[in-house]
């Protein structure tokens, strides 16, 4: 887990956030903490701290909420989300192998996060896309028919692309200062 | 009296104000029935089902949390049928195998007959009625602790882990709890979910004081013992 990173987080965001949900009451939690996620990737707890004593909803509310549903993240996400499916359909056609492979290219476990926050690895118990068996989802883009080898190329794809990223956003940084 | 309904419990035909539940109702006449997440005063939630009884709809009965079954016109209840106390008795044996060590469930088991628990007994210290969680929100007006995740991992806590600022130290998680989950740990009670005791004033300087023994705080009698 990407624990040991301490990340600055900006709570300035957070003011224009809840312009948009002033004066509804409790019902407004969920889709709150929904735009606070999408604004920070994941939702900081000081972010949290301060939605509960702006709109008055004690913290354990919103605690609450946020460990029940799994689309909620107490801690720093990756870059990049892979998600491979272990349903019924894609274990039968190898989704186990297919998910070892990956945790050995990211080094990863089930859950966790990579310490220089470029991937994120979950798996998912089905995506609906069964005829794609075994599937793997990766950003918000799906890949059917998967084996160790496809998932292997793509994994070592976007890993390149994250490192070549990386570096050309250091030379940029260099440039602009 | 416009607003009663006349449902029959246990073979008598009872008249109750409607918005009331069949177990208050029932409770009036003097019934027993048996509960743990219930409360007068706090917001009924139907989480340990003791308080099971037996409504009969015609040739049919089904089974219903009494706590949060509104009295309706021509309901036929029964409190304490074999049905029911069948039922119960494997409820409350549930109960026990989650918090064998509870004073308030050995008793009832005692009432009820149940010597043994069949199912594997694992000490999770809470039945997750909720009580503790009501309490705080909707008697101390604080919310401070609430459940925390979902499913087998479900349990009652404070965010993050720590006291929270709209913890008033009340006490009144642990008091009002069934199963003593929040049971006061006295001095080692740092990151504990009320910190009671806190509450407590030590008293310092009391030679000769009879009741000082209700205030002498966590560590104990300061001017006595050590």
């Known amino acids: 887990m990407a624990t040991g990173i301490v990340r ?11 312009r948009g949900f002033e004066g509804k009451g409790e019902s407004i939690l969920i889709p709150l903490v929904q735009a606070i996620q999408a604004e920070y990737g ?40 892979i998600r491979c499916c272990r349903g019924t359909a894609c274990h039968v056609r190898g989704a186990a192998k297919v998910i070892e492979t990956v945790e050995q290219e990211l080094g990863l476990k089930e859950g966790e996060t990579s310490e220089d926050l470029s991937f994120s690895f979950e798996t998912v118990a089905c995506l609906g896309a069964c005829a794609l068996a075994p599937v793997v989802v990766l950003d918000e883009r799906y890949y059917g028919q998967m084996n160790p080898e496809k998932v292997r190329v793509l994994v070592r794809q976007y890993k390149g692309a994250s490192i070549q990223e990386s570096s050309i956003g250091e030379e940029n940084n260099g440039k602009a200062d | 009296m416009a607003d009663m309904v006349e449902l029959t419990i246990d073979g008598i035909k009872v008249r109750a104000p409607k918005g009331t539940t069949v177990l208050e109702a029932a409770r009036e006449m003097g019934i027993v029935i048996p509960t743990l997440c219930y409360y007068p005063g706090l917001t009924p939630y139907g989480a ?9 709809r015609g040739k049919r009965s089904s089974l219903d949390a009494s706590c949060t079954l509104p009295v309706s016109d021509g309901m036929v209840v029964f409190t304490n049928s074999e049905r029911v106390k069948k039922v119960r008795k494997v409820i409350l044996e549930l109960l026990l195998s989650t918090c ?25 210290g809470c039945i997750l009625c909720g009580l503790c969680v009501r309490y705080c929100k909707e008697q101390m007006q604080s919310g401070g602790i609430g459940f925390v995740g979902r499913g087998t991992s479900r349990k009652v806590g404070t965010p993050f882990e ?22 006061c740990r006295a001095g080692q009670l740092v990151e504990g979910i009320c910190g009671g005791c806190l509450n407590v004033a030590v008293v310092e300087t009391c030679p000769v004081c009879v009741k000082c023994s209700e205030s002498v705080g966590p560590e104990g009698h300061r001017a006595y013992g050590k």
């Not at chain 1, 600055?8 to 809840?18: G, N, R, S, W, Y």
């Not at chain 1, 939605?51 to 605690?63: D, E, N, Q, T």
């Open chain 2, 162 to 183: 720590m006291t929270p600022a709209e913890c008033r130290n009340c006490n009144g998680c642990e008091w009002i709890c069934p199963v003593c989950m929040r049971a």
């Open chain 1, 8 to 18: 600055e987080v900006d709570l300035k965001a957070l003011e224009k956030i809840f």
């Open chain 2, 48 to 56: 340990c089902r003791l308080c099971i009884v037996e409504l009969i």
């Open chain 2, 100 to 124: 064998p060590n509870s004073k308030v469930l050995q008793d009832m088991a005692a009432n009820m007959g149940v010597t043994k628990v069949r199912f594997k007994i694992k000490d999770r």
């Open chain 1, 42 to 81: 994941f939702l900081p707890k000081e972010a949290l701290v301060k939605a509960s004593h702006h709109f008055r909803i004690p913290l354990s509310r919103f605690y609450g909420v946020v460990t029940f549903y799994a689309q909620f993240y107490l801690t720093p996400r990756g870059k990049h989300t």
